[in-house]
Nanobody, 124 residues
Framework: QVQLVESGGGLVHSGGSLRLSCAASVRTFSSYAMGWFRQAPGKEREFVAAIRWSGTSTYYADSVKGRFIISRDNAKNTVYLQMNSLKPQDTAVYYC?????????????????WGQGTQVTVSS
C-alpha cells in the first residue's frame, strides 16, 4: 500500500507561484511513475504533469506547458510541482498519483494510488 500526502496548496494572486509537494510512504518510490492531476469545480479531473520512475522523462498538459515543472527526489520519496505564472483557470484541487513502473502517464487508469488532494486558488 502506498500513501500519498500533498502539501503546498493555498491562495495566490494571478501571476504568482506555488510549489506543491507529495510525500510517498513506500520503500520502492523510485519504481513508481508520479503524476499530478487537478479537478476544478464542476469539471472532471484532468491530467497536469507526470514524471517517469527514473526522472528521465516528463510530460505536461498543453495548458500548463512552459509554466509548470514536475520533479522528483527519490532520496526523499517526494515529487514536486512548481507552478509559475498562475492563472485563475488553474484554480482546482490538485492530486498526486503513483503508478508502478511504466504505463499511461497522462490517464487516470495509469495510476494505482492517489492522494487526498490540496486546494490551489488563484485570484484575479
Amino acid at each position: 500500500q502506498v500513501q500519498l500526502v500533498e502539501s503546498g496548496g493555498g491562495l495566490v494572486h494571478s501571476g504568482g507561484s506555488l510549489r506543491l509537494s507529495c510525500a510517498a510512504s513506500v520503500r520502492t518510490f523510485s519504481s513508481y511513475a508520479m503524476g499530478w492531476f487537478r479537478q476544478a469545480p464542476g469539471k472532471e479531473r484532468e491530467f497536469v504533469a507526470a514524471i517517469r520512475w527514473s526522472g528521465t522523462s516528463t510530460y505536461y498538459a498543453d495548458s500548463v506547458k512552459g509554466r509548470f515543472i514536475i520533479s522528483r527526489d527519490n532520496a526523499k520519496n517526494t515529487v514536486y510541482l512548481q507552478m509559475n505564472s498562475l492563472k485563475p483557470q488553474d484554480t482546482a484541487v490538485y492530486y498526486c498519483a503513483a503508478g508502478y513502473g511504466d504505463g499511461s502517464y497522462t490517464r487516470e487508469y495509469g495510476y494505482d494510488y492517489w492522494g487526498q488532494g490540496t486546494q490551489v486558488t488563484v485570484s484575479s
